[in-house]
DNA sequence: TTGACAACTTACTAACTAGTAAGTAAAATC
DNA sequence: GATTTTACTTACTAGTTAGTAAGTTGTCAA
C-alpha cells in the first residue's frame, strides 16, 4: 500500500483543477486516479459520487473565500486596492494554465449537473456579489469609484464581466482578458 | 422509412440547443436520436462524427449572423437600437429555456472539445466582437453612447458581460440578468 | 500482541459513449 | 421499368463512465 500523505486534499485539488479545465462533464474519477497514481476506486473511498466530490470543492472555496475576505490583510486595504486583490484572482486563474472560474465553468453546464451542486454553485456565486456589492458600494460613499445605478447591478456586471473574459481568453488569449481588466478599471476609476 | 423533412436542418436545430443548454460534453448522438424518433446511425448518416456536427452548427450560426448584421433592417436602425437588437439577442436566448451563448457554452469546456470545433468558436467570437466594436465606434462618433477608453477594449467588456451574464442567469434567475442588461446601457448611455 | 480501523486494490457491473458496416426500402433518375 | 441514390435501420465494436463489493495491508491504540 503506497501511502499518499493528505490524500483527500491532493483530490480536492485535483478535482478543483479539472472542473476548472475540462468542466463537470468533462472529467472522470479515471483523470484523477491516473493522475494521482492510484485507483478509480480509492477516489470513491474518499468521495462516494461525483456530486459529492464536486460539492467539497465549491465549499472548500466558498471557505478559502470567506476567510480570504474576513482576513484583516483584506480588511485593511484601500477601496481600490481591494478591486485589485479581487481581480487578481481572476488573473492568476488565467495564468494558471487558462483556468475558468468555478462559477461561470458549473453554470455553463448547470442544467446537466446534480441538484445538490447547482445549490453550491448558487450560494458560493451570492457570496461573491455579496462581497463584490459591499466593496462597490463602500468604494463609492468614499469617493474612490465612480459609477451608475446601484451597486448590485455594478457587482453583477463587473462578475459576469470576470466571468466571461476568462472564458473569452481560452478562444483569444491573455492580451484580450488584460485589456477587458484594464476597462473595467477605468470605467470605474475615472471621474 | 419513416421520412422526416429536412432532417438535416432539424439535426441542426436540436444539436444547437443541446450545445445552449448542456454543452459539448453533455449532450450525445442518442440525446439527438431520440428527440427525433430515429437511431442513432441517422444522425451519423448527415454528420459523421459529433466535431463535424458542432462545427456545421457553428458555422450555420456565423452565417446566419453575417446575414444578419448585413441586412438593411439592422443596418438602417440608428445606434441604441442596433445595440438594443443586439441585447435582444441575448434576452431571447435567456428567454428560450435559459439557454446560454454557444461561445460561452463552448469555451467553458474549450479544452475539452475538438481541435476543429475550437477553430469555428475563435472565429464567431471574432466576428461578433468585430460587429460591436465598430457600433460603438460609430455610435460614440454620432454622440449617441458615452464611454472611455478604446472601442475594441470596451466591445470585449459588453460581449464578457454578457456572456456571463446568461450564465449567471442559471443560479440567480433572470430578474438578475435584466438588471445587468440595465445597467450596461446606463453605462453606456448617459453622458 | 491483538484487534480495529484507515486507506487502499482487485475485480466487477450496467449503462452509456462515438463510431462503423451491412442491409433495406422508398424515391428520384434514367 | 430498371437502376441508382437517399435516408435510413439493424447489429455491432471498443472504449469510457460512475459506482460497488469484497479482499488486503499498514498503522495505531489498548
Redesign the pocket.
Known amino acids: 500500500?503506497?501511502?499518499?500523505e493528505n490524500?483527500k486534499r491532493t483530490i480536492l485539488n485535483l478535482a478543483e483543477s479539472l472542473l476548472q479545465d475540462k468542466g463537470f462533464n468533462g472529467?472522470?474519477?479515471?483523470?484523477i486516479a491516473s493522475e494521482l497514481g492510484?485507483?478509480?476506486?480509492?477516489i470513491?473511498?474518499h468521495f462516494?459520487?461525483?456530486?459529492d466530490l464536486s460539492i467539497a470543492v465549491i465549499q472548500r472555496y466558498r471557505d478559502r473565500f470567506k476567510l480570504w475576505i474576513n482576513n484583516s490583510r483584506v480588511k485593511g486595504l484601500s477601496h481600490e486596492a481591494k478591486l485589485d486583490w479581487f481581480f487578481t484572482i481572476y488573473t492568476d486563474m488565467r495564468a494558471d494554465k487558462g483556468k475558468v472560474c468555478l462559477v461561470g465553468s458549473m453554470e455553463a453546464e448547470f442544467n446537466s449537473i446534480p441538484e445538490g451542486l447547482q445549490g453550491e454553485v448558487q450560494a458560493l456565486h451570492k457570496e461573491l456579489l455579496a462581497w463584490l456589492q459591499s466593496t462597490l458600494a463602500e468604494g463609492r460613499d468614499a469617493g474612490a469609484f465612480s459609477f451608475k445605478g446601484e451597486p448590485a447591478d455594478k457587482a453583477a456586471v463587473i462578475l459576469s464581466t470576470l466571468q466571461g473574459a476568462l472564458q473569452m481568453a481560452r478562444a483569444l488569449g491573455t492580451k484580450k482578458f488584460r485589456d477587458v481588466i484594464a476597462q473595467v478599471k477605468l470605467d470605474l476609476l475615472s471621474p
Open positions: 500500500m503506497v501511502k499518499i490524500s472529467f472522470s474519477y479515471a483523470h492510484v485507483k478509480n476506486a480509492a470513491h473511498y462516494p459520487t461525483k456530486e
